[in-house]
């Protein structure tokens, strides 16, 4: 036990050290950024402070959007059909045509997410709730919290001769996506096919182990490295699970892709395997706790496993895909545990 424990401290020493390195190669990655980093507080001293209290998508009246339209610090999204769009929207916003039955695309919806800017959603004015539904989807099912609704909408905007534009254009959103085997499934599904093989096979029996801690080790270091690269892109993913606060997740967001790398480098040389193999169930079932709470939550997000896998899925597929990563996460456990008791088939091999 104290041996244990004695590894896994300088494991997680060397993983700090490295995230320390990688940090201080980062020109724009600030740990204690505010979300409101891009507000001018000066001239947004009320805007701030709703900001502050907001609890759910705030009303804002004609001259509070125009001078968020005038800093550039806001998307502007019409919840109106295309048509509506078409014939005058305020220009540079987005077309997001609002029904009960919406699935945005994950495009639009990483758009707002890293765009880093107050979202507002506008209709046709007076009578109209569309505005309303929109930013309250927005900010309960799609995790957006800087949402306001401008109530006066887009008639107002046109009186006051405000900035507007006719026709389509290429920012409006619909419903995309599908899920598909990805390279990992294929890999389980090799490696499970010669698990059994062997099994079956008195005298390779002893290979399980090693092939367990070979692909766990790859998958690991697989998925750590675009992290590593990006601690950023990374860090943003981790927001979707609304969970820490921010400079917790990008401190996190340093530490654990080394962490997954220097576990994966271990399981690969066959170094520290116990450690290893214990460090790994723990991690993979924190991956797992982490995107069933937010599956029970409602939420449709990409669980930042791998940055290189997002696709452009629609929110039910991306809830697919997160069970499929639970899926992934539970064989990856089996792996680990045939890794710490590599010694069984040792024993029934001999």
């Not at 009320?46 to 001259?63: G, K, T």
């Not at 079956?200 to 992290?227: A, E, M, V």
């Not at 590593?228 to 981790?238: N, Q, R, V």
Request: glycine fraction near 4%.
């Amino acid at each position: 036990m104290y041996s244990l424990v004695k590894q896994t401290s300088y494991i997680i020493i060397l993983s700090v050290l490295l995230a320390l390195g990688r940090y201080s190669l980062l020109d724009d990655y600030n740990i204690f950024e505010s979300k409101k980093s891009s507000l001018d507080n000066s001239e947004n001293i009320e805007l701030n402070q709703i900001l502050d209290d907001m609890s759910s998508p705030e009303s804002i009246d004609i001259s509070m959007a125009k001078s968020i339209y005038d800093q550039d610090i806001g998307i502007f999204i019409d919840a109106r059909e295309s048509i509506d769009f078409a014939e005058g929207h305020i220009e540079g916003s987005l077309n997001l045509p609002y029904s009960s039955e919406s699935d945005y695309s994950k495009e639009f919806l990483d758009s707002l997410l890293y765009a880093d800017k107050i979202i507002i959603t506008y209709c046709s004015g007076e009578g109209c709730s569309l505005s309303e539904d929109l930013s309250y989807d927005l900010y309960e099912n799609y995790n957006l919290y800087s949402v306001f609704y401008f109530e006066e909408g887009y008639p107002d905007w046109e009186k006051l001769n405000y900035p507007i534009k006719k026709g389509y254009n290429n920012e409006t959103f619909d419903i995309e996506g599908e899920t598909f085997f990805t390279f990992i499934d294929y890999i389980i599904i090799l490696s499970i096919c010669f698990i059994i093989c062997f099994y079956f096979t008195h005298n390779y029996k002893y290979l399980i182990p090693i092939i367990s801690r070979l692909i766990l080790g790859f998958i690991f270091i697989y998925f750590s490295w675009d992290k590593i690269l990006s601690p950023d892109s990374f860090a943003k993913l981790i927001v979707n699970y609304d969970m820490l606060p921010i400079s917790l997740i990008k401190i996190g967001a340093l530490i654990l892709p080394w962490l997954e790398f220097i576990i994966g480098v271990c399981l690969i040389l066959g170094v520290v395997l116990d450690t290893s193999a214990t460090i790994s169930i723990s991690l993979l079932l924190l991956f797992i706790l982490m995107i069933s709470q937010a599956l029970l939550r409602g939420k449709s997000i990409d669980c930042g496993c791998l940055l290189s896998d997002i696709n452009d899925l629609s929110a039910s597929n991306k809830r697919m895909h997160m069970i499929q990563r639970i899926i992934q996460d539970i064989c990856f456990i089996a792996y680990a545990i045939i890794v710490k008791y590599r010694a069984i088939f040792r024993r029934v091999n001999d």
